[in-house]
């Protein structure tokens, strides 16, 4: 078939829009335009060189300036009912109906591409869910001022897919653009405050770099930070803000590698069809590796060969760009892999020819860091275990095609994929419905979905976890490295002599390998009550090794299964109920009958778990397009928990079951200043049928081991109670790689801490579990 030729396009609307505002675009604050005098500006050229506008960067006094103005948005926006807020949002929908063409030109202009389609799309979806807020999410409320931070080249979609849900949640927003999406950014915030929208609740400034967005963090009204875009700008922000008791969130969406898996059994026309438009024709946030079986490998190159003819040479954003994707070829051509291009390589410029890699060693650099530039690796697998294994190479986790017309073989590789969306037989399909969590380096939060609704908001019986402070004066490389406390022997008999713990590695009781011991001290702090083992960075090692041995087992147990071991752990702990309560009295200086109340609540939180492994099992999503969307909550991996010091047994026996629940490993590090409890409990585990290495219990010093656990690189997620010195060292290190972190600063002359913990509200049970799994989900079309 023969195409007329494509439309001319037009951006005249968008143009008369920079034009009404001389082309100077200024900062968006309460409700208005703001383009304070004497503010440096930086021009936004398009991909000819033309200059678009020049959009200002905003300073110590702007920032503070939106902060107030967001404050007064959020006492307006949060105090109208759902179903104005709703309203509002709906609203929306028929203003960008009027004035979705320059939204789109706009858009096309600034190569932040988001159709008004798409916009209209998450507005519906959205104000649907903030007219349901109070009827399907009780007992929760909104954080307050909320900041949304993106990079240059992230999209105008993974942008408002987190202003959108904070916005309906009650939530006022600063957003912090790219210099891409920072005009859509602006128009878009001056027809929000059109439709409705009371005057700062939605704010956006601009600035010369990303570290605009930790300067808005440093402010005391902001709440909550969460970021989309590349990875190194996350790791910034997450060091920059460490400290500032503001909880940050990170999507590193841009540069991820994402495996293009083409089965023997899938249809290779389409396939290669859509292989070309993904990794060639569109601008996109990721990097495509394709992925083929050995049998179709001829079949796919032949159609590859043929598809590529009469491709043009594709822009890169500069000659040093040329360089690199010279280098990158040439490598992978020195380890064996041969070259389709589309036509030849010009000798110098910034321009290069759609190129395949084929036969692509899996450790080349263009798989692992690929290059910019139209460059697409090539690998061969034989089996479907062995597609799985190269899917899951990437450090990344962000997202999967799959290629086949077998639907068994389609659903067993998402569920083994490491990757937070697959897509079936099609690629890139992005909706508001689909929850998305970082797998791996992708990422510590959930987008999309219900799922991405809670990292807005919060129970309304507690507090933040985190206070709001300057960050402290540290040297990270000697936190956790002092001297262990000095044992002197005395002249006590055997008989009297204080017992002696060990720790649970690996399913057995053992010492720690330094073979050194710490003097637990008594309620009164004098003397010495037991020693228990002076764990270091060793022993978490030997207790990761067997907790990764022996949690992808118990993540594919059925949740019956899972469930009846935790029954099982709860009768257990009864059975030992006299020894453990006798543990928590000698070591808290609780009374017999208080010590057994709490044993009785954590027998009973115990059984809670074990009712709750099967009620929460994802399910299928409303779509708008014909197809079925699917969604699972999957375990971490292994958890690191850093246990409190208030009800030492009862808190222990709630982490530990929402980790295990949930298909997780677990390490846990006892209080320092209460460990008894816990290292009792290890009979009742030696004694359980759980799989050895699935809970481990190490004790010592606490900054020690936190640092032990903050750098193992195996270790998802870390579950933090202690001093602010430790909440801001995990935040500044556990960036590379991402890590979900839990963390509260308990206070020692703090009566109340630990109350939570003898609450049997529901939503201390939900919000454990949310923190103990991350979301995938799997789009199915159809016909």
């Given at each position: 078939m023969e195409f007329g030729p494509a439309p001319t396009s037009s951006t005249s609307t968008a143009q008369a829009w920079l034009d009404h505002h001389s082309r100077a675009l200024g900062l968006?604050?309460?409700?208005?335009?703001?383009?304070?005098?004497?503010?440096?500006?930086?021009?936004?050229?398009?991909?000819?060189?033309?200059?678009?506008?020049?959009?200002?960067?905003?300073?110590?006094?702007?920032?503070?300036?939106?902060?107030?103005?967001?404050?007064?948005?959020?006492?307006?926006?949060?105090?109208?009912?759902?179903?104005?807020?709703?309203?509002?949002?709906?609203?929306?929908v028929s203003v960008l109906g009027l004035h979705g063409k320059c939204v789109s030109e706009l858009c096309e202009l600034c190569e932040a591409s988001c159709s008004p389609s798409t916009l209209s799309r998450m507005l519906q979806y959205y104000s649907s869910w903030a007219q349901l807020r109070d009827t399907l999410m009780t007992n929760w409320k909104p954080l307050g001022v909320v900041v949304v931070v993106v990079s240059d080249d992230c999209s105008l979609f993974s942008l408002f897919v987190k202003v959108l849900p904070a916005l309906a949640m009650g939530n006022s927003v600063i957003i912090v653009p790219g210099w891409s999406t920072a005009p859509p950014a602006l128009l878009l915030a001056q027809l929000f405050i059109g439709a409705g929208l009371p005057a700062g609740t939605l704010n956006v400034l601009t600035g010369s770099d990303a570290s605009l967005g930790a300067k808005v963090a440093q402010n005391l009204s902001t709440s909550y930070v969460t970021y989309s875009g590349s990875k190194q700008d996350a790791v910034n922000l997450c060091k920059a803000t460490a400290g500032m008791g503001v909880a940050v969130s990170v999507s590193a969406c841009i540069g991820a590698t994402c495996p293009f898996i083409i089965f023997e059994s899938a249809d290779i026309d389409s396939a290669v069809e859509e292989v070309i438009e993904a990794a060639f024709k569109k601008k996109k946030e990721i990097q495509w590796v394709l992925c083929v079986q050995e049998s179709v490998l001829d079949s796919v190159v032949a159609r590859l060969k043929l598809r590529m003819v009469g491709m043009k040479c594709a822009g890169l954003q500069s000659d040093a760009d040329r360089v690199l994707v010279d280098a990158a070829v040439k490598e992978a051509q020195q380890q064996g892999a041969t070259l389709i291009q589309a036509c030849t390589a010009p000798p110098a410029g910034a321009l290069y020819p759609p190129t395949v890699l084929c036969r692509t060693a899996p450790a080349s650099p263009c798989v692992v860091t690929p290059s910019p530039g139209p460059l697409l690796p090539l690998m061969t697998f034989r089996s479907n275990t062995e597609a799985v294994t190269l899917g899951n190479h990437s450090p990344h986790g962000r997202a999967a095609s799959i290629w086949t017309e077998d639907l068994t073989l389609a659903l067993e590789t998402a569920k083994s994929l490491s990757v937070g969306s697959v897509w079936v037989n099609s690629h890139s399909v992005c909706d508001p419905c689909l929850p998305v969590s970082g797998h791996k380096g992708s990422g510590s939060c959930t987008d999309g979905g219900q799922e991405g609704l809670y990292q807005f908001l919060r129970p309304s019986s507690s507090s933040s976890s985190l206070s709001r402070s300057s960050p402290l004066v540290m040297d990270y490389t000697k936190f956790g490295t002092g001297a262990s406390p000095v044992i002197i022997p005395d002249d006590s008999d055997s008989a009297s002599a204080p017992k002696s713990y060990l720790h649970f590695v690996g399913g057995k009781a053992c010492k720690s390998v330094s073979g050194c011991s710490l003097g637990v001290q008594p309620p009164g702090g004098s003397g010495v009550l037991a020693y228990c083992p002076d764990g270091g960075r060793k022993d978490v090692r030997n207790a990761v090794e067997a907790a990764i041995k022996v949690q992808p087992g118990w993540m594919k147990k059925s949740p019956s299964a899972r469930a009846q071991s935790l029954y099982s752990l709860a009768k257990g702990l009864e059975a030992k109920s006299r020894d453990i309560a006798a543990s928590v009295t000698i070591q808290t200086g609780l009374s017999m009958d208080e010590a057994e109340k709490e044993l009785e609540l954590s027998i009973t939180r115990l059984s809670d778990w074990a009712a709750y492994c099967d009620k929460i099992q994802g399910g299928t999503l409303p779509m708008p397009q014909s197809g079925s969307a699917l969604s699972f909550p999957e375990a971490?991996?292994?958890?690191?928990?850093?246990?409190?010091?208030?009800?030492?047994?009862?808190?222990?026996?709630?982490?530990?079951?929402?980790?295990?629940?949930?298909?997780?490993?677990?390490?846990?590090?006892?209080?320092?200043?209460?460990?008894?409890?816990?290292?009792?409990?290890?009979?009742?585990?030696?004694?359980s049928d759980l799989p050895a290495g699935?809970?481990?219990?190490?004790?010592?010093?606490?900054?020690?081991?936190?640092?032990?656990?903050?750098?193992?690189?195996?270790?998802?997620?870390?579950?933090y109670w202690g001093s602010a010195e430790g909440c801001q060292y995990l935040q500044y290190t556990c960036t590379s790689p991402l890590k979900t972190l839990s963390l509260s600063c308990q206070n020692d002359e703090e009566e109340e801490e630990g109350k939570e913990w003898t609450e049997s509200h529901p939503l201390l049970l939900e919000q454990m579990w949310r923190n103990a799994v991350q979301w995938k989900s799997v789009w199915i079309p159809t016909a």
């Open positions: 968006f604050i309460d409700g208005k335009f703001v383009r304070p005098a004497d503010r440096k500006s930086r021009s936004l050229v398009d991909s000819k060189g033309t200059n678009v506008c020049s959009i200002v960067c905003a300073e110590e006094d702007d920032i503070s300036l939106c902060a107030s103005s967001a404050v007064n948005g959020f006492k307006a926006w949060s105090s109208l009912t759902c179903y104005q807020r709703a309203k509002v949002l709906l609203r929306l971490l991996g292994v958890v690191g928990v850093i246990l409190p010091d208030k009800n030492p047994l009862l808190s222990m026996v709630t982490l530990l079951g929402a980790a295990v629940a949930a298909g997780n490993a677990i390490i846990m590090v006892p209080s320092e200043k209460y460990p008894l409890p816990a290292l009792a409990f290890i009979q009742v585990l030696l004694a699935l809970v481990n219990i190490i004790s010592g010093s606490r900054d020690q081991l936190t640092v032990a656990l903050a750098n193992h690189s195996v270790i998802k997620s870390i579950w």
